[in-house]
């Protein structure tokens, strides 16, 4: 198979050869059909999150079409053969400890991540434990699917975190803010985008897809709101954001990683104000986010690049060339062209 490695952080990926992955029981083997970049991968890349595998295949956002499983004993396999498969981060939980057990494996003591701890998508062939996958939805082209599997997926927690909030702001609009808004419109809730002040272009996208308004993300927008998600990893946001929600409201910080948050006065938190960040995602979240999809329906904003040039990919979610979701797609021979 071919892969993109991470051999240490802070140096480019590059493209090997590599014998197959090998399936053990309970896990999966995939033809990887795209394969979504997300900032994680980023933050993986350049050392911002401690102690990744080593060397590593980066790319948690995996469609990928079941080659073979091998099942745990006494137990029938999970998919059939040529099924349709989304990875996600969440690629392991231990299942006994006190989270796992009160049904928040997304903090769990020992859980294990796709393109972290576990090898991942940006490769032609990769292994996952069968339980951590999720079935498809049908009439979800591959392309769009990928970016769902954690820009969308997470978006959809950090989103929940809101509660009933009306008026949303959102900080940052890239691959999950431009899914959220989608979701929160569908729900009947108003968005207000913020972007970096000179970024017209973002401005104009947050609106397409669906904000109200869209500003700079210092302006106070034109109402209060009742939440605000942060998804930029800038820490100079929160103190932004919780200045723009109202008494009682809430400030969710959606991403891995921030930049130090700058001090700030209490009396932008009093009035009973919440600061709280969403870590990962539960099966369940997936489940639930993943049938509403197609309700929506999602439209996800789309750019394509081949395996082999996925430190591109990278290079231009860091200077912010895009808009939407980065998605490499694996030109993979054995996949009959009907499916691909
Ligand atoms: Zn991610
Ligand atoms: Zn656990």
């Given at each position: 198979m071919r892969a993109l490695v991470l051999t240490e952080p802070r140096r480019p990926l590059v493209l090997l050869e590599r014998p197959d992955p090998t399936p053990g029981p309970g896990q999966v083997l995939l033809d990887v059909r795209a394969c979504a970049v997300c900032r994680t991968d980023l933050h993986i890349v350049d050392g911002?999150?401690?102690?990744?595998?080593?060397p590593l295949v980066p790319g948690h956002q995996i469609v990928g079409e079941v080659r073979a499983e091998v099942p745990r004993p006494g137990h029938a396999p999970r998919f059939a053969r040529g099924a349709r498969v989304g990875v996600p981060?969440?690629?392991?939980?231990?299942?006994?400890c006190a989270y796992c057990r009160a049904g928040r494996e997304n903090l769990c003591d020992a859980a294990r991540f796709t393109g972290y701890q576990i090898d991942g998508g940006f490769a032609s062939r990769v292994v996952a434990d069968a339980r951590y996958c999720f079935p498809l939805p049908e009439g979800v082209p591959d392309l769009q699917a990928a970016p769902l599997l954690c820009a969308g997926l997470i978006g959809y927690r950090t989103l929940r975190m809101?509660?009933?909030?009306e008026r949303i702001g959102i900080y940052g609009f890239g691959a999950a803010a431009h899914l959220v808004v989608q979701v929160a419109r569908y729900q009947g809730r108003r968005v207000f985008g913020f972007v970096r002040a000179w970024d017209e272009k973002g401005k104009a996208f947050a609106r397409e897809m669906g904000a109200e308004w869209a500003g700079a993300s210092n302006e106070p927008p034109p109402v209060e709101l009742d939440a605000a998600l942060i998804?930029?990893?800038?820490?100079?946001l929160v103190p932004a954001a919780l200045r723009a929600v109202r008494k009682g409201g809430t400030v969710v910080c959606g991403g891995i990683h921030m930049s130090d948050i700058p001090s700030f006065p209490y009396s932008i938190l009093w009035g009973e104000r919440v600061l709280r960040s969403v870590a990962n995602l539960t099966r369940q979240d997936g489940e639930e986010f993943l049938a509403l999809a197609p309700r929506v329906p999602l439209r996800t904003e789309v750019n394509v690049y081949p395996l082999e040039e996925g430190a591109a990919a990278l290079e231009d979610l860091r200077a912010g060339r895009f808009s939407g979701a980065a998605v490499l797609v694996v030109a993979n021979d054995e996949i009959p062209a009907d499916r691909a």
């Open positions: 911002e999150l401690p102690d990744p595998k080593l981060w969440l690629g392991f939980t231990c299942g006994t809101a509660g009933d909030a998804f930029a990893p800038a820490g100079e």
